[in-house]
């Protein structure tokens, strides 16, 4: 979890809370929902559908004469107890009944009929138009946070569990998929019935259904049957990338010490999905866009990591269910870690460990440049602002960071009891430390106040030094994050190891973190040939180091650990002399580890020395690995010297045996098309064409490339405006959003008119309702420094449904706001400067004036 510090002048980060953040709770139970049966009757042709909601309730007080639901945007036509009709009044957000009688103490059921037309959230009608004629019909809903309550009246929170049974009609031949086991399947005629029940409770926002003319995919494990649902046509992908479920079923059944708890297993794989995945109890939907090809399989874990999360959350999310929002960091964040856990399972211990580090570093990147807050909070606008970096890969390196302190038998215990103490529960973040303490009799509070109440993690500056005479060994380590306020000090014991060659055993040491800045003195034997501190790499942090650099070479080198030589390679990247760019490039090409390789070429590409390009383009020729390829090319972008440009437009011409490597080559070819390379720009565009052309493939991803690669092109016409071809509606999704993100970035170095036109091509994109979509304006629109782009987005934002989107339009304004000030600055500046230019011409030309007067040998 190490990664090179950032500087200070790249903290861009604001507030988390934005205006209009309030606390929020789970409202007052007015009693225990027991059950839940939903029979709906899809209208596919007018995307409407009709439906009866029974709730059954045990009261909790019984003098209630009143409940409020959740029915946002339901027509409600009746209310029923018993057959006896009941008052209500709605508001569009919520159902309010006055009832005939107070509830008493008995389990009362309550029969809603109500009908919604075109649904604007929580169930989607999906299906062909003039622009996208082969889609397919389909149905499915999206219920996380709140937005069940947009397809059924419930009480829509994740506080209260119930069993739960739908039944679906439906047009032939589409099928339905949904919660636990199905019953029965009734033929209509035309139409038929489909009858699913889940037994085991569960909250509202897990209960789903999908339908669509699917095929169906078998597979078990043990008794239990697993499924696969794709479109016709898509089985072979299917296999390829859902295949492996069983064995994770049988993986995560003895890391949680509990057995798969659901009747089945479904995945459905569907179009236009906003998520990569959701767990629905037993009934995962995810995008039909992780369905891999062979090319695509070459270097793309992606879905495998998908498919690991949203298994995982079987257990972290639907057996175990957090009480409130707040909490939501127990799922997501084990979940997160259990893509780690797999990729250790399937692969190795330093895929593992570098997969880990991806993760702390997507944290980082969200504290460093958006905000920073404690992972449990309960103060927002909309609980989905929850869902980000923070809860996901910051959550995953807490369960990472509990692992490292309890060991891997104190953790596996710790889990498992958490887990069986809580099945069919909900919990908060209390109970984890209650398991931790049970299990394990460790009190932990003092790393979740530290790490999960609060926001932020230790940025150490760490420096060494030996002495020879005496030898002792001096290493100090600073707590950057600190300089400004000490309450933002961690206190922290973490290991440091001295290495002194291979058949010598290291020397550890514990060193308590609490100060600004400490000291700390050794006396070795010897010399010391590495120096790592936090070898396991088991806190989560952000290092810089000041070695030197023949220590910092030989880490890179000889560390056992991956994460430290990766550690030494950024801190050898950062000199970037002559002996980096030596050892970095014996690195690249002898490193065991692929990911050691690729941080390796990274650094390459940083270092700004004609070495280090040479370097990178003689390692083409001896890495074969597609994920090192990658990034060799991508780290070729930096270079923009003529055998670079000839290297990358050999690669992108000729084709890579990854679909990544690929477009990676087009990314960095027209990243170096400038200065001297200029003239290349019409020779580049003509390939950029015929890529755009000929090379639709799996998601688009070459093509995109292409399109990533125009969009360095800032003072060219031409590429404007091919990338403003592939914005237009009828595109494929992945390589239109792909475009209408290009245009932020093409439009800084444009000519007015051009800008008029990407201004306009995404005002009229903006007014789409697909969340995707408006993601990628508000990215494309966040990257301009024009006041219209501020118009733009602000009409995005009250469109809106989505809070995601909402948010990221806010964002983007003020990075706008940021760049328009800037730009205001740097005029008033070079206003000045001229101002002073002509004043200093002015006291030139009167001095000159004095001096053609003045009389040689005379005084004045």
């Given at each position: 979890m190490s990664f090179l510090a950032f500087d200070a002048e790249q903290n861009q980060r604001q507030p988390f809370e934005l205006p209009g953040a309030r606390p929020h709770y789970n409202p007052d139970r007015p009693g225990q929902v027991e059950r839940i049966a939903l029979e709906l009757s899809l209208d596919l042709a007018h995307c409407s559908f009709v439906g009866v909601c029974r709730i059954t309730l045990r009261p909790l007080r019984p003098e209630l004469r009143?409940?409020?639901?959740?029915?946002?945007?339901?027509?409600?036509?009746?209310?029923?107890?018993?057959?006896?009709?009941?008052p209500f009044e709605q508001d569009g957000e919520k159902l309010r009944l006055n009832l005939l009688a107070p509830l008493g103490t008995a389990p009362v059921t309550l029969d809603i009929a109500y009908r919604v037309e075109r649904p604007q959230r929580g169930l989607y009608f999906i299906g062909p138009d003039e622009h996208y004629p082969d889609k397919p019909v389909q149905v499915w809903t999206q219920g996380e946070d709140e937005d069940s309550r947009f397809w059924f009246p419930c009480f829509d929170y994740p506080g209260q569990l119930a069993t739960s049974e739908i039944r679906v009609e439906i047009a032939k031949p589409y099928q339905v998929v949904s919660n636990g086991a199905l019953q029965s399947q009734e033929d209509r005629g035309k139409t038929q019935i489909f009858h699913w029940r889940q037994d085991q409770p569960h909250p509202t926002y897990l209960m789903t259904l999908a339908a669509g003319d699917f095929a169906c995919l078998t597979d078990q494990w043990r008794q239990i049957p697993i499924t696969y649902w794709v479109e016709k046509g898509q089985e072979d992908s299917a296999r390829l990338s859902l295949g492996k479920t069983p064995r994770m079923v049988d993986f995560f059944s003895a890391v949680f010490g509990y057995d798969y708890p659901f009747a089945q297993y479904a995945q459905v794989c569907v179009a236009d999905f906003i998520f990569g995945g959701m767990e629905n109890t037993a009934t995962t939907l995810l995008t039909d866009r992780c369905l891999l090809d062979e090319r695509a399989a070459l270097d793309n874990r992606n879905t495998e990591s998908l498919v690991a999360h949203e298994l995982a959350h079987q257990w972290f999310g639907d057996l175990v269910?957090?009480?409130?929002w707040s909490h939501a960091w127990l799922k997501e964040g084990m979940a997160s870690y259990a893509e780690v856990l797999w990729t250790e399972q399937e692969y190795s211990l330093d895929d593992g460990a570098y997969y880990l580090l991806g993760e702390a570093r997507n944290y980082l990147q969200e504290d460093a440049s958006r905000y920073r807050r404690p992972i449990v909070t309960h103060v927002y606008r909309e609980a989905i602002e929850l869902y980000d970096r923070h809860l996901y890969e910051k959550g995953a390196c807490v369960y990472h960071m509990i692992r490292g302190l309890l060991g891997e038998a104190g953790f596996q215990k710790a889990i498992q009891t958490f887990v069986r103490d809580h099945a069919h529960q909900t919990v908060e973040t209390v109970d984890l430390l209650r398991a931790i303490d049970k299990a394990t009799g460790a009190n932990l509070l003092w790393l979740f106040d530290q790490y999960v109440f609060r926001g932020g993690h230790p940025e150490f500056k760490l420096a060494y030094s030996w002495d020879a005479e005496a030898k002792l060994a001096r290493f100090t380590a600073t707590q950057t994050q600190a300089e400004k306020d000490p309450k933002d000090l961690f206190n922290l014991k973490i290991p440091l190891a001295f290495y002194f060659g291979a058949d010598e055993p290291a020397l550890e040491f514990t060193l308590h973190l609490q100060d600004k800045e400490q000291s700390f003195y050794f006396p070795l034997p010897q010399a010391p040939a590495m120096v790592c501190f936090d070898p396991c790499n088991s806190f989560l942090k952000t290092l810089e180091l000041d070695y030197p650099p023949q220590l910092l070479a030989a880490q890179l080198q000889g560390a056992p650990s991956v994460i430290s030589r990766?550690?030494?390679?950024?801190?050898?990247?950062?000199?970037?002399?002559?002996?980096?760019?030596?050892?970095?490039?014996?690195?690249?090409?002898?490193?065991p580890f692929w990911g050691v390789r690729v941080e390796v070429a990274e650094q390459l590409g940083q270092v700004k020395l004609q070495q280090a390009a040479d370097a990178l383009i003689r390692s083409l020729e001896t890495n074969t690995d597609p994920k090192v390829?990658?990034?060799?090319?991508?780290?070729?972008?930096?270079?923009?010297?003529?055998?670079?440009?000839?290297?990358?437009?050999?690669?992108?011409?000729s084709g890579e045996a990854s679909y990544y490597s690929e477009a990676a080559a087009?990314?960095?070819?027209?990243?170096?098309?400038?200065?001297?390379?200029?003239?290349?720009?019409?020779?580049?565009?003509?390939?950029?064409?015929?890529?755009?052309?000929?090379?639709?493939?799996?998601?688009?991803?070459?093509?995109?490339?292409?399109?990533?690669g125009l969009s360095h092109l800032k003072t060219s016409a031409e590429s404007t405006r091919l990338i403003l071809d592939y914005t237009e509606l009828g595109t494929s999704q992945p390589l239109r959003l792909a475009a209408i993100r290009a245009l932020g970035a093409v439009s800084t170095g444009q000519a007015p008119e051009i800008l008029t036109l990407i201004l306009d091509r995404l005002e009229a994109i903006a007014q789409e309702a697909f969340f995707l979509t408006q993601v990628a304006v508000c990215g494309a629109l966040g990257q301009m420094e024009t006041p219209k782009a501020l118009t733009i987005l602000q009409s995005l934002k009250e469109r809106s449904l989505d809070g995601r989107a909402q948010r990221l339009a806010e964002e983007a304004m003020g990075q706008v706001r940021k760049k328009i000030g800037a730009e205001v600055k740097l005029q008033a500046i070079q206003a000045d400067l001229e101002r002073l230019r002509e004043e200093n011409q002015d006291l030139k030309s009167r001095l000159a004036k004095l001096e053609s007067q003045s009389t040689p040998g005379t005084h004045p």
């Open positions: 009143t409940l409020t639901l959740d029915a946002a945007g339901l027509t409600i036509e009746r209310v029923q107890i018993q057959a006896v009709s009941q269910v957090i009480k409130h990766i550690e030494a390679a950024l801190a050898l990247g950062k000199k970037g002399d002559l002996a980096a760019v030596t050892a970095l490039g014996t690195s690249l090409s002898a490193d390829r990658k990034a060799i090319l991508s780290a070729l972008g930096n270079h923009k010297t003529p055998a670079v440009y000839a290297t990358l437009f050999d690669r992108l011409h087009a990314r960095s070819l027209g990243a170096v098309l400038t200065g001297t390379l200029s003239d290349k720009i019409p020779e580049a565009l003509t390939l950029f064409q015929e890529v755009l052309q000929t090379r639709s493939g799996w998601n688009e991803v070459v093509r995109a490339g292409a399109v990533g």
